[in-house]
């Protein structure tokens, strides 16, 4: 079993920036795979980014590419998403979410475990 508990989330003007972090449970941190997704109202559940449970390799949603990046604390057990140039459209629930296989995913069916939420809000 794996518990993420995100946070970070808050209100950011446009072109702004703002961090939001994800911490694990502790000794499953190294062999998971982490992602992030968002899920705006009305709309489903889109693919931000992942990291490989070593962080070399990275994957990213076209929407993100370039102005969001993930990374990982092992010491901390905490994955982070950075969130650059953000635009009113980013607004949404932003989800941690991990699985044991491996590599990285885009897709949410992949992904056993997930965190709460925590909402972005961006204005313009």
């Known amino acids: 079993q794996v518990q993420l508990v995100e946070a970070g989330g808050g209100r950011v003007l446009a072109g702004g920036s703002l961090r939001l972090s994800c911490t694990a449970s502790?000794?499953?941190?190294?062999?998971?795979?982490l992602g992030w997704f968002r899920q705006a109202p009305g709309k489903g559940r889109e693919f931000l980014a992942s990291?490989?449970?070593?962080?070399?390799?990275?994957d990213y949603g076209d929407s993100v590419r370039g102005r969001f990046t993930i990374s990982r604390h092992s010491a901390k057990n905490t994955v982070y998403l950075q969130m650059r140039s953000v635009k009113p459209e980013d607004t949404a629930v932003y989800y941690c979410?991990?699985?044991?296989?491996?590599?990285?995913?885009?897709?949410?069916?992949?992904?056993?475990?997930w965190g709460q939420g925590t909402q972005v809000t961006v204005s313009s």
């Open positions: 979410a991990a699985h044991p296989r491996g590599g990285t995913s885009r897709h949410s069916v992949m992904y056993d475990y």
């Open positions: 502790p000794h499953t941190f190294d062999a998971i795979t």
């Open positions: 990291s490989s449970p070593s962080g070399l390799l990275t």
